[in-house]
């Protein structure tokens, strides 16, 4: 028998014994198709479930579906064969239906997958995995639209769980050990030193989102910026209102990274403040040196998974680990301008500044 690890040897041992179905079928594949094509923070929370399957099984070939603007988040990653680029910008209009069955012949090459997951959990998604020619197919509980049509096996998930345990339930299902506490998990990122990186010390701030109510106004930025003193802050993100006559501190790279360089920056930063956003998650990926601003989103679900990171929400700080779920859950709005330069005042504390 092949030297599995520790933990995946467990996992055949329950399988041969008193685990049927899921714990077989991975044991058994040789080839996985991972669908996940969106979105940037939905990629993120998914890549621990991914690392605990390929660690339990090495020799196991995964390709992962992504959207074409996401692909370089997970290009260079050791756990995958393959990022297969899903085209979303070019599947709209009349032929939107030809050109999808055409692009989805790639999902079966060179052969079929043994197991796919289905961790999108929407029509799509499901189609895809279907003509993928896939021998099982595993989705969650939570799907939507159908999906769990073209499931042959569901796993059952808490919809209120954040969505990292949320898909840890998959590797769970499957037989796999999975790490008790955050530390323990794996969040590969890609890292690209920019040419011309910024001054140490400084302090990165992701203030826009593309999800409704969840952005800082022009307003509070520069509130922000002015109340950060002398500390240099690195303004980062895409799209956005433009943002002009910025103090002497800030360094404007909006719309100016990709998505290697924006983790570096991050990974880099004396202490990271962003609003609930994709970044968000990537900078909590990366570690716990940061802030997530919250308005109606609830932390306990879509907040930064690293329990020592930081959220703001209704005008109170705390741990990501430690959350009132009255406050998490509750109705709340973005800060003011007085309440932004609360924030920073915390910023510099947290970060040693002041």
Same mark, same amino acid.
């Given at each position: 028998? /092949?030297?599995?690890?520790?933990?995946?040897q467990?996992?055949?041992?329950?399988?041969?014994?008193t685990? @049927?179905?899921l714990?077989r079928?991975?044991?058994?594949a040789r080839?996985?198709? +991972?669908i996940k /094509?969106?979105?940037l923070?939905?990629?993120?929370h998914? $890549?621990?479930?991914?690392a !605990?399957?390929?660690?339990?099984?090495p020799?196991?070939?995964?390709?992962? +579906?992504a959207?074409?603007? #996401?692909?370089p988040l997970?290009?260079?990653?050791?756990? $995958?064969e393959?990022?297969?680029?899903?085209?979303?910008?070019?599947?709209?209009?009349p032929?939107?239906?030809?050109?999808f069955l055409g692009?989805?012949?790639?999902?079966?090459?060179?052969?079929? /997958?043994?197991?796919v997951?289905? #961790?999108?959990?929407?029509?799509?998604?499901?189609?895809?995995?279907?003509?993928?020619?896939g021998?099982?197919?595993v989705?969650?509980?939570?799907?939507?639209?159908?999906?769990?049509?073209f499931?042959?096996?569901r796993v059952e998930v808490?919809?209120?769980?954040?969505?990292?345990?949320?898909?840890?339930?998959?590797?769970?299902a $499957?037989?796999?050990? !999975?790490?008790s506490?955050d530390?323990?998990?794996? *969040?590969?990122?890609?890292?690209?030193k =920019?040419?011309?990186p910024p001054?140490?010390?400084?302090v990165?701030l992701?203030p826009f989102?593309?999800?409704?109510?969840k952005?800082l106004?022009?307003e509070?930025?520069?509130? *922000?910026?002015?109340?950060?003193?002398?500390?240099?802050v %690195?303004?980062?993100?895409?799209?956005?209102?433009?943002?002009?006559s910025?103090?002497?501190? +800030?360094?404007n790279?909006?719309?100016?990274t990709? $998505?290697?360089?924006?983790a570096w920056l991050?990974e880099?930063a004396l202490f990271?403040?962003s609003v609930?956003?994709? @970044?968000a998650?990537? &900078?909590?990926?990366?570690?716990e040196?940061?802030l997530v601003i919250h308005?109606w989103?609830?932390?306990?679900? %879509?907040g930064?998974y690293r329990?020592?990171a930081w959220?703001w929400?209704?005008?109170k700080? #705390?741990?990501a680990g430690?959350?009132? =779920?009255?406050?998490?859950?509750?109705?709340g709005?973005? @800060?003011?301008?007085?309440?932004?330069?609360?924030? &920073?005042?915390? +910023?510099?504390?947290?970060?040693?500044?002041?």
């Amino acid at each position: 028998m /092949p030297d599995y690890p520790e933990c995946w040897q467990t996992a055949l041992n329950l399988a041969n014994n008193t685990m @049927p179905g899921l714990a077989r079928e991975l044991s058994n594949a040789r080839r996985l198709l +991972v669908i996940k /094509p969106s979105s940037l923070g939905d990629i993120v929370h998914a $890549l621990p479930a991914v690392a !605990v399957i390929k660690s339990a099984m090495p020799e196991l070939e995964i390709r992962w +579906v992504a959207n074409e603007e #996401f692909v370089p988040l997970l290009e260079g990653n050791a756990d $995958l064969e393959e990022v297969i680029a899903f085209p979303r910008s070019r599947m709209r209009g009349p032929l939107s239906v030809l050109r999808f069955l055409g692009w989805s012949r790639t999902l079966s090459l060179p052969e079929p /997958p043994d197991l796919v997951i289905d #961790f999108q959990g929407l029509f799509r998604s499901g189609l895809m995995a279907s003509r993928s020619g896939g021998a099982k197919v595993v989705g969650l509980s939570d799907g939507r639209e159908f999906a769990g049509f073209f499931h042959h096996h569901r796993v059952e998930v808490d919809p209120d769980a954040h969505a990292v345990d949320r898909y840890l339930e998959v590797p769970c299902a $499957l037989g796999v050990e !999975v790490p008790s506490e955050d530390t323990g998990l794996s *969040f590969k990122l890609p890292l690209e030193k =920019p040419e011309s990186p910024p001054p140490e010390g400084f302090v990165l701030l992701h203030p826009f989102s593309r999800g409704a109510g969840k952005s800082l106004t022009v307003e509070s930025v520069l509130a *922000f910026c002015e109340a950060m003193g002398q500390c240099p802050v %690195v303004l980062v993100g895409r799209g956005g209102p433009k943002l002009e006559s910025l103090p002497g501190n +800030v360094h404007n790279w909006m719309n100016a990274t990709g $998505l290697a360089q924006l983790a570096w920056l991050m990974e880099n930063a004396l202490f990271n403040v962003s609003v609930d956003s994709g @970044p968000a998650h990537m &900078a909590a990926a990366l570690g716990e040196n940061l802030l997530v601003i919250h308005g109606w989103s609830d932390p306990l679900k %879509v907040g930064p998974y690293r329990k020592q990171a930081w959220v703001w929400k209704s005008g109170k700080f #705390f741990r990501a680990g430690n959350a009132d =779920p009255a406050v998490a859950r509750g109705q709340g709005k973005l @800060p003011d301008i007085a309440q932004i330069k609360e924030i &920073a005042s915390q +910023v510099r504390e947290i970060a040693g500044l002041s």
